[in-house]
Structure formats: C-alpha cells, structure tokens
Nanobody, 123 residues
C-alpha cells in the first residue's frame, strides 16, 4: 500500500515563501512520476507541477517562475518550493503518485493521493 503524507502548509502573507513536502511510503518511489495539485473552495482540483521519475518537469502557467518541484529519492520525498506567493495561491495542496509514468497534468492519471495540506495567503 502506497501512502502519501503532505506537510508544510500554513498561513503566510503575499510575497512570502513556503516549502511543501510529501513523504511517500513503499519501495517504488523512484519509479513514480510525482505531481502536485491544488483545490480552492468550490473549484476543481487543478494541476500545479509534475516531476518525472527520471528527469523532466512541467509547471502550470500560473506558477511558472515562482514554484519549483524537486524530489529526493533517498528520502522518498517530493517537494514544492513556493515563492512570491499570491492570494490566488490559496488552496488545499495535494501530492499524487503515478506508477505508470504517464507524465500527466491530469488528476485522473494518478493512482495515489495524500490528504492535502492547506496553504492560505493573505493579501
């Protein structure tokens, strides 16, 4: 069973930074594509970033240049460094794992999900 646990969310002011972490249990982490998604109240779950199992990443246009996704395979952890935060970044952030390596920006491609961590940015 694969479990994902996010941490690092919180309440910050516009312009501040946060780093989210997602720890993944199990032995297959290094072979998973890992994604970050976010969901604001009353809205759909939207793609933020994905990092491939070996190399490569994609960012949503809304976060490009401000957010950085990275992974540490030795620690079974994926990170999302968020800089220059805006009020529009307020959402619950979820990490997700795709063992099938689809390199996808679509939530349906991901088999495993964390419980989410709240990020609130005050303006």
């Amino acid at each position: 069973q694969v479990q994902l646990i996010e941490s690092g969310g919180g309440l910050v002011q516009a312009g501040d930074s946060l780093r989210l972490s997602c720890a993944v249990s199990g032995r297959g982490f290094s072979n998973y594509d890992m994604g970050w998604f976010r969901q604001a109240p009353g809205k759909e779950r939207n793609f933020v970033a994905v990092i491939r199992w070996r190399r490569g990443y994609i960012y949503a246009d809304s976060v490009k240049g401000r957010f950085t996704i990275s992974r540490d395979n030795a620690k079974n952890t994926v990170y999302l460094q968020m800089n220059s935060l805006k009020a529009d970044d307020t959402a619950v952030y979820y990490c997700a794992a795709d063992p099938d390596q689809q390199y996808s920006t679509t939530p349906a491609a991901y088999d495993y999900w964390g419980q989410g961590t709240q990020v609130t940015v005050s303006s």
